[in-house]
Structures are given as C-alpha cells and as structure tokens.
C-alpha cells in the first residue's frame, strides 16, 4: 500500500472511502508503516477530495481500549477525530 508516492493506492478525487477501524488507529498510534499513509488520506478527507464513510461501530470499537486503560486524555482525541468532519446530510 506504501510505496514510493504517499498517495499510491488513493481512489480518484471525489470517489468516496469506506474507513474501517484500523485505518483511524494506524493514523492515531502513527503506524511506522502506514501511519503517514493514513494522515495523507485523512489530509484528503478534510480538503473535501473525497469522501468519507465509517460505521458507527468504528466509534466503538475504537474506544474500547482507551476507556479499558483510563486514558481519558485518549478517547477525547478519538472522539474528536471522529465527530469532527460534517456528515453527507449536514449532520455531525
């Protein structure tokens, strides 16, 4: 997925992106391998390139841990990550 340009593998300008969970904890925890990757395409999503869907799950899932460890400081990032960018219907 990595390679020689950051935006290898991006889908084209407009096409919207189904986000799983691992990509908003690679983009957390800076992966060494994907994590600038992530930031690329989140980089994308906030300029309004492409995009972006999740689950609702996600929010779940991606606070399990934090809340499991009492890193409160943690899920309020995860948190305003995930309700930061305007939903398609003008909702966030």
């Known amino acids: 997925m ?3 340009s950051l935006s290898q593998g ?3 300008e407009r ?3 189904g986000l799983d ?3 908003f904890i690679y983009f957390l925890e800076y992966h060494p391998r994907y994590g600038a990757w992530c930031a690329s395409l989140f980089n994308r999503i906030e300029r309004g390139q492409n995009p ?3 689950s609702t799950i996600t929010l779940l899932e991606l606070l399990v841990q934090p809340y499991r460890d009492q890193k ?3 899920a309020q990032k995860i948190f305003a990550l ?3 960018y ?3 219907n003008g909702c966030r």
Do not use: K, Y
């Open 2 to 4: 990595v390679g020689a």
């Open 10 to 12: 991006f889908p084209a």
């Open 15 to 17: 096409e919207r992106i």
């Open 21 to 23: 969970t691992n990509v």
């Open 52 to 54: 972006a869907v999740t």
């Open 72 to 74: 409160e400081e943690l």
């Open 82 to 84: 995930t309700s930061t």
């Open 86 to 88: 305007q939903s398609s």
